[in-house]
C-alpha cells in the first residue's frame, strides 16, 4: 500500500509543477509587482511604492474609474441575464429528441468554438456605421432613415458589444443546461402530471430545482469568465469611445500594451481577482442550501 502511495505521489508531481510555474508563481508575482513601480520606459528605477499604484488607477482623469467599474457591472449581468435566458430555452427545446437536432445543435453550439477576439472583428463589421449589415437591415426595414454609429456613438456602443457578447455565450448555457435537463428522472415529470402540474408548474417545481446545482456554478464561472473576457470588446471598440465600452480588464491591457506601466495594470488585476473571490464567497454563501427533496 505504501509503495502504491508512493508512485501515486511521484505521478502527480508534475502537475503540481506545472501548477505552481504557470498559476501559482504568475499570481504571487502580479500581487508583487502591484506595488511596485514597475514601468519599461524605466526599469532600473524598480522599487516598493505601496498603494500609489491603486491610488493612481482611481484618480486617473484618462480613465474615469467608477465609470470604468459601472461599465464592468452593465457589462457582466446584462450579458449573463440573456446569455442564461436564452441557453436555458435553446437546452429546453433540444431536450426531446426531433427531425436534425444533430445540424439544429450544431449551429448553436459553433460560437463556442470561435475566437472571441474574431467574434469581435465579425460584429464590428456588422455594427459599422457606414457599411454595416446591421444598418442595411434597419434601413429596408423602414425603422430607421439614416445610418446608426452603432460602435462609434457612446450611446450604442455598449449596448452592441453586449449583444455581441450574448451571441457568443448562449451556447456555453445550452450545453451544460441540456446534460443537466437530460439527467432529470422521467418519473418526476409523469408524478407531477398525475398530481395536476402544468408545464409552466413542473419547470419551477421539478427542472428548475432538481439542476439548481448546474446553474449555481454556470453562473458562476461565467461571471468570472465575462468579467476576465475583454476579446470581444478590445476587437469591436477597443474600450472606447470615450470610455464608453471600457470595463477592468480592458483598462489592464491598455495600462500594460499601450503605457507599458506592469505596476498599475498588475494593480488592475489584484482588483479584479479581489472582486471575483468576495463575490464568488457570498454568491455561495448565498446559494448554497440543503438538497432539494423532491
Given at each position: 500500500m505504501r509503495n502504491s502511495q508512493r508512485k501515486l505521489f511521484i505521478m502527480i508531481i508534475p502537475a503540481f509543477v506545472l501548477l505552481i510555474l504557470f498559476v501559482y508563481f504568475p499570481?504571487?508575482?502580479?500581487?508583487?509587482?502591484?506595488?511596485q513601480n514597475y514601468n519599461l520606459f524605466d526599469l532600473?528605477?524598480?522599487?516598493?511604492?505601496?498603494?500609489?499604484?491603486?491610488?493612481?488607477v482611481i484618480t486617473d482623469r484618462n480613465f474615469n474609474f467608477w465609470r470604468i467599474c459601472l461599465n464592468t457591472v452593465l457589462w457582466i449581468f446584462v450579458s449573463l441575464f440573456f446569455q442564461f435566458v436564452l441557453g436555458?430555452?435553446?437546452?429546453?427545446?433540444m431536450r426531446k429528441p426531433f427531425k436534425?437536432?444533430?445540424?439544429?445543435s450544431a449551429l448553436v453550439f459553433y460560437p463556442w468554438a470561435v475566437s472571441g477576439f474574431a467574434i469581435g472583428l465579425v460584429w464590428a463589421w456588422m455594427f459599422n456605421g457606414q457599411f454595416g449589415m446591421i444598418n442595411d437591415l434597419l434601413m429596408r426595414l423602414g425603422i430607421i432613415n439614416n445610418n446608426i454609429g452603432f460602435l462609434s456613438d457612446p450611446k450604442f456602443a455598449m449596448m452592441s458589444v453586449i449583444i455581441a457578447n450574448v451571441w457568443y455565450g448562449v451556447p456555453f448555457f445550452a450545453i451544460?443546461?441540456?446534460?443537466?435537463?437530460?439527467?432529470v428522472p422521467k418519473e418526476l415529470y409523469e408524478a407531477a402530471e398525475i398530481d395536476g402540474a402544468t408545464k409552466l408548474r413542473q419547470l419551477f417545481d421539478v427542472t428548475i430545482p432538481y439542476i439548481k446545482p448546474t446553474i449555481i456554478s454556470t453562473t458562476l464561472l461565467r461571471t468570472m469568465w465575462i468579467m476576465n473576457f475583454p476579446e470581444i470588446i478590445y476587437g469591436m471598440t477597443g474600450g472606447g469611445p470615450a470610455n464608453s465600452t471600457n470595463i477592468l480588464a480592458t483598462l489592464m491591457i491598455n495600462k500594460i500594451y499601450k503605457f507599458y506601466d506592469y505596476g498599475q495594470g498588475a494593480a488592475i488585476g489584484f482588483?479584479?481577482?479581489?472582486?471575483?473571490?468576495v463575490y464568488a464567497f457570498f454568491y455561495l454563501r448565498l446559494t448554497s442550501s440543503k438538497e432539494v427533496v423532491l
Open positions: 499570481i504571487v508575482k502580479g500581487g508583487v509587482v502591484a506595488f532600473t528605477n524598480v522599487h516598493f511604492i505601496g498603494l500609489d499604484n491603486f491610488k493612481a436555458f430555452g435553446l437546452a429546453l427545446l436534425g437536432r444533430g445540424i439544429y451544460m443546461l441540456l446534460a443537466a435537463l437530460q439527467s482588483i479584479i481577482m479581489s472582486v471575483l473571490f
